[in-house]
């Protein structure tokens, strides 16, 4: 049974920075895209970022991609996501998707999901 398995999330103040690091564990989702959305308390849920399974092309919202960057180790198992200079709006439980094919935008086409690691930032 595949496991996707977050870490990194925490307690940062603004214009801090935080890495979001997802482990696949029990298989290997190697020719899955991965992505991360985040929902925050009263909110929809809302894309974050993905990045294609050869790694070679990402997708992040306008408002997002000048701060956040997305990054894959096929290797290792692993993905990871850059937060810098974080604002009190980024504020949410973030969640490490995996999906067959391309990437998307979309949550509802990702067949896997990890529990979700909280970031807190405080202003």
């Known amino acids: 049974q595949v496991q996707l398995i977050e870490s990194g999330g925490g307690l940062v103040q603004t214009g801090g920075s935080l890495r979001l690091s997802c482990a696949v564990s029990g298989g290997t989702l190697r020719t899955y895209s991965m992505g991360w959305f985040r929902q925050a308390p009263g909110k929809e849920r809302e894309f974050v970022s993905a990045?294609?399974?050869?790694?070679?092309?990402?997708f992040s919202p306008d408002s997002l991609k000048d701060r956040f960057t997305i990054s894959r180790d096929n290797a290792k198992n692993t993905m990871d996501l850059q937060m810098n200079n974080l604002k009190p709006e980024d504020t949410a439980v973030y969640y490490c998707?995996?999906?067959?094919?391309?990437?998307?935008?979309?949550?509802?086409?990702?067949?896997?999901w990890g529990q979700g690691t909280q970031v807190t930032v405080s202003s």
């Open positions: 990045i294609r399974w050869t790694g070679d092309r990402t």
């Open positions: 998707v995996a999906k067959r094919g391309d990437f998307s935008g979309s949550w509802y086409s990702y067949d896997y």
